[in-house]
């Protein structure tokens, strides 16, 4: 199956700095990528949809200004976290959607990046 | 979106035995998926079930559906210890766009 990666894995940062992590389709082209937010025992909840070359689509309660995307190429989006603050501290997932094969709505998700902010 | 429900929030059985766990959703779907996330980790793609199918099965997995009801069951046959993680179904919703709506999750607990 195609393989989507995340960078960096794990980040502890301090308060009120930013963070950027990277998600990658490594071996398709991805036209649509997703960011998930996940607080501990808790489930998946949608951030933000980014499409390649236009601006991202939040949620309803995400802030765009806080959580800034960039969807540079069809194989690379960015999700940084600016100025954060200990309650940003989550575990955030990405996936890739591709058009091309099948024909049903298939996300490919990647690893994860754990976020601790002191 | 507003997320969907599963239940049992918690399940705890020993090796071999049967593991049911249940989803309700709230909107038309075009599918229902069901995944895996061991602890702090990604999630890993279990079966699809579409909303023209009542039941699928993979492996010791069998999904069904309906739609009528707005819910999923996921059964987990001969259980291992392996299978210890936490399951989610997440439904597509029918509208157009390829967003995900995934349910609360069940934290599946299988004992050697």
């Known amino acids: 199956g195609a393989v989507v990666s995340q960078h960096p894995s794990w980040v502890i940062c301090k308060s009120g700095t930013s963070v950027k992590i990277e998600c990658r389709s490594l071996?398709?082209?991805?036209?649509?990528m997703f960011w998930y937010r996940q607080f501990p025992k808790q489930s998946l909840m949608l951030m933000a949809t980014s499409n390649e070359g236009s601006k991202a689509t939040y949620e309803q309660g995400v802030e765009k200004d806080k959580f800034l995307i960039n969807h540079a190429s069809l194989t690379l989006s960015t999700l940084t976290v600016t100025s954060a603050h200990p309650e940003d501290s989550s575990f955030y997932i990405c996936?890739?959607?591709?058009?091309?094969?099948?024909?049903?709505?298939?996300?490919?998700f990647g690893p994860g990046t754990r976020l601790t902010v002191l | 979106s507003q997320q969907g429900e599963e239940d049992p929030q918690a399940l705890s059985i020993q090796e071999g035995e049967n593991a049911t766990m249940n989803c309700s959703y709230k909107t038309s779907i075009n599918n229902l998926q069901w995944y895996r996330q061991n602890s702090g980790r990604g999630l890993v793609h279990l079966i699809l079930i579409r909303s023209n199918e009542r039941e699928k099965h993979s492996g010791r997995l069998r999904v069904t559906l309906d739609t009528s009801k707005k819910s999923s069951s996921l059964l987990i046959t001969a259980s291992r210890a392996a299978d210890t993680a936490s399951y989610f179904c997440a439904t597509d919703e029918d509208t157009g766009f390829q967003k995900l709506v995934f349910g609360t999750g069940t934290r599946l607990l299988v004992s050697p």
């Open positions: 071996d398709f082209q991805a036209t649509t």
């Open positions: 996936s890739a959607y591709s058009l091309a094969g099948s024909s049903y709505n298939e996300q490919f």
